[in-house]
Each structure stands twice: as C-alpha cells, then as structure tokens.
C-alpha cells in the first residue's frame, strides 16, 4: 500500500547533537512537507519542498535543515542550533497540484532531548 | 494573514452523546479551502474533509456532518451518536487556493475523549 514512512518512531538526543529523522513516500507526490506540533500549538510548518532539488524554508526552519536529492525522500536535520527541539514531528506529502483529499501525513517522529 | 482558532482544547463526552468541535477561521482571500483531520492515539493525520469557499453546502458522511457558514467565518464539525474510537485530537485547517504552494494553517487542536 503506499504511504509516508518517517523513521524513527522515537528519538532521543543529547544536547549538542545533530539528528536527522527520515521521510520516505511512495505515492510519487511531488510536493513534500514538514511539520512540528507542540501541546497546545497545532501543526507548524518547518521546511518544504516542491520539486526534487529545492525546498523553502517555512514559518520555524531555523535549527533545521533538510535535503531533496530524491523524489521519495525528504529527511529532517534537527541540529545543535535548534534550542527546544522536543516535539512531534510529522511529515506529509501532496501531489503537484494538489488533490482533493489534503496532505497525506506520516505516522510520526517524537524526539526528546536527554 | 491567515489564522484558525479552535477555542475549545478538550471535550469529555459519554458514548452515544452528539458533540460539536467548533472552527473559526480568518482570511483576506475569497477563495480558499477548510480542512478537517484527526488525530487518533497513534498520531498519524487523517484527513475527514475539504471544502472550497464557494460550496456552502453541508454535508454529512455517516456519523459525522459539517457545518460551513460564511457569514460567520466557522467550519463546525458533529459527531452524531460519538463512540469510543471516536477519541482523538481533531484539527481545523485552512489553505490559500491562489498561490502554488499549498501550506495549511493549523488550528491548536481540540481533543475528544469519549467514555463507554
């Protein structure tokens, strides 16, 4: 069946640490996404990418980086200089154009600095 | 700007009660589109619904209806009859129609918990 793949389900990082969560989609959607959700902050939107080869920065990417080489991957680097990374990660996709049934999100990533 | 406000952050139900989540949302765009998700325990978003802005009409699906009033800027959605599965964090979300990037504004959620 296709779907979002993110990888790992939960994730601890020490301070300091670059980590990096992965996107994989099956769907052949063009324009990929993601997302951080808070308690009591919904969903708000890191980085996206609409084309293989460039993404744009969204309404909180400082502290992140991400990369495009393929169309199915679209993994999230949550580095050192991201100072409250704990949070809920998810990772959607959509295709060009858009469709009428919305994002198709990932199941998640949870990450907790120890 | 572009702004969805879900006022209520929990709802407590009993099986089989109807329950309302309400959406109020604020655009300068005459066109856009409303979305609804859920959120159950696992954390996957699923998708209930999209509407356009020129569609007033209500609709019901099953169990769930949606009401859409312009006039008022709202997108409420009811469950008829709610049940246990029904438990979940439920999301309002709008979208620009006139632009190529299709970036969805979140509200903050409102969780639902429905009790046998």
């Known amino acids: 069946d296709g779907g979002i793949t993110q990888s790992p389900k939960y994730l601890f990082r020490k301070e300091g640490q670059n980590v990096t969560l992965s996107c994989e989609q099956n769907?052949?959607?063009?324009?990929m996404y993601w997302y951080r959700q808070d308690p009591g902050q919904g969903l708000r939107l890191i980085y996206y990418?609409?084309?293989?080869?460039?993404?744009q920065k969204g309404d909180i990417a400082e502290g992140y980086s991400v990369s495009r080489e393929k169309k199915e991957s679209f993994p999230l680097t949550v580095t050192s200089a991201q100072k409250n990374p704990t949070a809920f990660y998810l990772c959607?996709?959509?295709?060009?154009?858009?469709?009428?049934?919305?994002?198709?999100f990932g199941s998640g990533t949870r990450l907790t600095v120890v | 700007a572009q702004k969805v406000t879900q006022a209520q952050t929990e709802i407590s139900v009993v099986e089989k009660e109807d329950v309302t989540l309400d959406c109020v949302y604020e655009?300068?765009?005459?066109?856009?589109?409303l979305f609804w998700y859920k959120q159950p325990p696992s954390g996957e978003l699923v998708f209930l619904i999209r509407r356009n802005s020129f569609d007033e009409q209500n609709e019901i699906s099953g169990r769930y209806s949606w009401n859409f009033q312009k006039s008022t800027s709202s997108f409420n959605f009811t469950i008829t009859a709610s049940q246990v599965v029904d438990s979940a964090v439920y999301f309002c979300a709008l979208r620009r129609t006139n632009t190529g990037f299709q970036k969805l504004v979140f509200g903050t959620g409102t969780r639902l918990l429905v009790s046998p």
């Open positions: 769907l052949n959607h063009d324009a």
């Open positions: 990418s609409q084309i293989v080869n460039d993404f």
């Open positions: 959607a996709s959509i295709p060009r154009g858009g469709t009428g049934y919305g994002y198709t």
């Open positions: 655009t300068r765009d005459t066109t856009y589109y």
